[in-house]
Structure formats: C-alpha cells, structure tokens
C-alpha cells in the first residue's frame, strides 16, 4: 500500500495543517529519492532524512482477522522495513486485552526504545501504557485511546467525529428537503468510544439538513455480524431511503444482506475506505455510492513518529523540538468521481 502522506492532510493540537510531505520530507531513509510531493529543496533532505541512532519498536496490534487491521500490522512492517536504523519486534496482541497486557508486559521487560499500540480497549490498555512511560519508553497510541492521555507520548488516530460529518453531508446534500426520509444507521461495536464518535458525527451532521437517523443497528465489525444485524435492519424498515455503514469490512456482510434481500430503493455510504468497497463504488453494482476513509496508513505514520521519538527528533518542518501530542487524520469521501485516485490506498476486506 502506498503510504506517502502527502495523500492526507494532518491536524496538529487543533490546527489544520496541509500535510503534503510532512512526514515524508523528515523520516525518508533515502533523501536521494524523496517522495512526490510536489516540494523540493530544503524540505525534501532535512537533518531527519539520514539514518541515526537505532530504534527498537516494539509494535503490537490485535490479530489480524479483519481487513483493516491486517492493513495496520501490513502498513506497520512494511514501513519500518524502509529504515536502515529501525528495528521492529512484534508482539502478539493475543484475543484479548488481558492477553494483549500479558504480551506488553513481556515487552516492557525488554526495553524497546519505543512502543507503537493498537489496544485491544484503549480504557483496559491505559495502566499498560503508563507503566512503559514511568519506565522511559515513550508509546505512541495508535487508534483506539486511552483513557489517560499521560499514558502515551504521541496518539495518531483517525478522526471518527469526522467520518460521522462526511457521511451526514454526502446523505443530507442527496437528501435534503426531505423531512421524512428513512435513514439507517449500521453501527460497529457500541462500547467503544470510536464508534460513538462516528454516530454522534452523523446525528449532529444530518441535523443541520432537518434529517435524523430512523433505524440504527450495531455490528461487530465482522463480516457475519454486518449480514445478520442487516438482514434484520431490512426487515424491520420496509422502506428505506439511505444506508450508513461504519465499516466497510463489515460491509461486505451487510452488501450480502441487501442482495439477498433483493433491495435497491435506497443508497448507501461506507466508512475506511477498503478496495472492495472502492471496487463497487468504481463498477456501480451495488448500493454503495461512496465510502468516508479511515485511513489504516495511520500504522505507517505511527512508526515513522517512533522513530523520531526514539531519536530524539520532531518534525523538520515543525518549530517545536518534539513531535506534536496528538494527529488526528482527515476522514475524506470517496466517490465515483475520484475513486481512482484513491484505490491505490485501498486494503483489502
């Protein structure tokens, strides 16, 4: 997968910030061969481009029985494998927090110079996550957050309020004026702050448009659980005008549904941003008109943060010494018109 983050924009304490070659122009190993981002000079061979001091990353995320997280454990190698002066030890996340804390703790021992972690929970991870601090090893908390933001150094996250906002306003837009319209909601799992992030989004969104969700569902983010709450979404709405599905791995399960129920009345919009959903949304056969991304390339840039952690660096194009707290990256909506554009960063489901 292509992991240039000249693709994205990032926002920094709040801020907005055009991304192009942000991370690109000061982790490259190869400053002889910067990224395409349109930039040259200074900004294409700082000081961060030449390998350094030795990282040891301890990496962890959940196994990878889903598209988008077998994409973050992918993105993670495949970008650490780009630096001469990094070393990446995996650790197996286990099924579950309990076993994901028992594998950290392991790794603690080890004192890697940094830690990148996807949590199983990010509020069952926070006690882990602070002890590797109180030992001197920075974490970088990668998508699901702490409940304690003392427990990580660094937290890279995609911005899940935001896809709630993109997949509001590309329904509202086609909906607009019509106060009755039937909208549904296929929720992932309730529990977790992210996806009540993403419906809040959604609500506040479709609000402005005089619109409401109807009929709201929650998955697991799992193919299975997409189909059967789906099929069970169709029953209970005979009529249906648009379709907001968190996930699109859980999507292949809930486009299963919708063809085997042989309905077309209404469209639908995804979330993440995988290759088969770009794939139906390219070839117009099904109900997926767009998809709002949730960009699994975050493991990339999460391991290019470690390794300017672990250097002591910050971003070359940044006046602060220390990478920034907090990047939240933007959720943008894939359509017909710019699929295209996009399909190289798709994972597959």
Known sequence: MNTDLSRRRILLGGATIA??????ACTSNEPEKPAN????????????????????????????DHGWIRAITDNAKAQAAKY???????????????????????????KPTVIVLLPQDGAQLTATGRKAMEAGIPVVNLDREFSDAAASFTLIKGDNYGMGVSAGHYIGKKLR??????????????????????????KDTLATYGLRVTN????????????????????AAPKIDAIWNHDDDQGVGVLAAIKQAGRKEFFMVGG????????????????????VTYPPTM????????????????????????????IVLQSETITKENVDKYIPLGFKS
């Not at 992932?188 to 809040?200: A, E, F, H, K, Y």
């Not at 770009?278 to 070839?283: G, P, T, V």
């Open 19 to 24: 991304g192009a070659g942000l991370l690109a």
């Open 37 to 64: 981002t349109g930039q040259t000079g200074a900004a294409a061979t700082g000081a961060n481009a030449a390998p350094g001091a030795t990282v040891t990353i301890g990496f962890s995320a959940p196994a990878a």
């Open 84 to 110: 001469s002066d990094v070393k990446l030890t995996q650790v197996d996340a286990g099924k579950d927090a309990p076993a994901q804390i028992a594998a950290l703790e392991a790794l603690i021992a080890q």
């Open 177 to 202: 004026g019509r106060s009755d319209a039937v909208i549904a909601e296929i929720a992932g799992i309730d529990s977790l702050p992210l996806t009540q992030d993403r419906s809040r989004g959604f």
């Open 216 to 235: 709201r569902v929650a998955a697991q983010f799992t193919v299975q659980s997409g189909q059967d709450v789906t099929a069970n979404l169709l029953q």
């Open 272 to 291: 993440a941003g995988s290759l088969d959903a770009m794939n139906h949304i390219k070839a117009g056969d099904t109900p997926l008109e767009a998809t």
């Open 299 to 326: 493991a990339s840039s999460a391991i290019s943060l470690a390794r300017l952690i672990g250097q002591g660096k910050g971003l070359s194009d940044l006046v602060e010494l220390q990478v920034p707290k907090l």
